[in-house]
């Protein structure tokens, strides 16, 4: 069966003479069994009618935010839910430079900024137009925030000229789909444990030793995790980030509720540690409120190291077991150590010395290391570098 039937394609028809295209791409979905619903934006409508494309797709057109016969006024939250995959194509420069400021000023970039699923964008547009520079920053932050890029290609333009900027064949651009979701559904099988935050040592009822971890990293991770067909458990120190509706997200304090949390949910395929674990924790926690009176001397004792706990027992190891280390300084060999240590796969370095990554930021610049290699990935933005762990994570696993 193919892998495309019953998946549900939300397509997305912008302005631009490519726009006969979408057409075949309808044919050519509804073949393999796909079921496809449309949105036209209102430049599109100049190129391909709404009843050459409902007769296609035998569904209904949606063009406007504000459709005064939907029931609910909220189209752009239920086509995002609804649809397996959105397909934008063609997509114009215009919204591509909607998409790359967040701008939601119609029901297609609306849907765009409103979904949780992957999207997919197929640039059409003159040779010029694609080569601006405005043109290549709008992909490469769009291409940050999770979007696929498909094409374009090289050839003749309506406007005469030729060059970079034809939107890639419907088939093409199916294959591409076919490929993705299939290996969604081969990933299914693999199921994957995070972690991430910080963790709180409760010196009193209300005052804790902690760290700066906002978590964001870990999230990243585990919505990359989910959006390529993982069964994900994320295991969350206390932070201010929301996870992904089909993550199963299980909510700690302490070192100690983490580490019973990811034992409580072994066995599993992959275990990305990325949570800044207290290293100790309070031995003389008191039940009450320390009045500022009194004199106070902490003494500590040490937390499981889970990494190392889940690495060394044969019965709990997952195949990959990865490693965060955050440093400020010797960024390498300390890392080195703490993949010996530890028996980890790999270990994932930053600098948190570097106030524009790590802690807080959006952004991270790290060293992946095992015991083959050393590699270093530049600064970029959390969500793209979760999105490169997972693919190296997929490829070892298959």
């Known amino acids: 069966m193919n892998i495309l039937n019953e998946k549900k394609i939300l397509l997305i028809i912008c302005g631009g003479i490519a726009a006969y295209k979408s057409l075949e791409l309808i044919r050519l979905l509804k073949k393999r069994g796909a079921i496809v619903k449309t949105v036209l934006t209102k430049s599109g409508s100049e190129f391909v009618t709404p009843l050459s494309i409902s007769s296609l797709s035998q569904e209904k057109v949606y063009t406007n935010l504000f459709e005064p016969t939907n029931e609910s006024g909220l189209d752009h939250i239920a086509l995002s839910r609804w649809a397996d995959v959105v397909l934008i194509a ?13 701008l939601s000023d119609d029901l297609a970039s609306t849907i765009a900024l409103a979904s949780n699923k992957q999207i997919f964008i197929a640039p059409a547009m003159n040779v010029r137009m694609w080569e601006h520079q405005s043109t290549k920053e709008n992909i490469d932050k769009i291409r940050e925030f999770g979007y696929q890029i498909i094409g374009p290609e090289i050839g003749d333009m309506a406007c005469g000229e030729y060059g970079k900027g034809t939107m890639t064949e419907p088939i093409h651009i199916i294959n591409l789909l076919e490929n993705y979701l299939n290996s969604i559904k081969n990933n299914k099988k693999f199921r994957a444990l995070v972690t991430a935050g910080p963790t709180h040592e409760f010196i009193d009822p209300v005052r804790y030793i902690s760290n700066r971890s906002s978590g964001k990293q870990g999230y990243e991770i585990a919505n990359a995790l989910i959006k390529n067909g993982f069964e994900t458990t994320l295991i969350s120190g206390p932070t201010n980030l929301n996870a992904n509706s089909d993550i199963n997200l299980i909510n700690v304090n302490s070192a100690e509720e983490m580490f019973n949390a990811t034992i409580n949910n072994l066995p599993v395929d992959v275990a990305i540690f990325s949570a800044a674990v207290g290293d100790y924790r309070v031995a003389n926690k008191k039940k009450e409120k320390i009045k500022k009176s009194e004199n106070i001397s902490l003494e500590l004792e040490k937390n499981v190291d889970i990494i190392s706990h889940v690495s060394k027992h044969n019965s709990l190891r997952p195949k990959i077991v990865i490693g965060f280390a955050a440093e400020t300084n010797n960024l390498i060999e300390n890392s080195q150590i703490k993949l010996q240590q530890k028996k980890c796969d790999w270990i994932i370095a930053n600098d948190i010395s570097d106030s524009k990554i790590g802690f807080g930021s959006d952004f991270n610049e790290v060293v992946i ?9 530049p600064r970029t933005r959390k969500s793209l570098l979760a999105d490169q762990i997972v693919k190296k994570v997929i490829s070892q696993l298959n």
Do not use: C, F, Q
């Not at 063609?90 to 967040?102: C, E, F, Q, V, W």
């Open 90 to 102: 063609p997509a114009t420069a215009n919204i591509i430079s909607k998409l790359s400021y967040g």
């Open 369 to 377: 290391l095992n015991n083959d290699n050393i590699e270093k990935i």
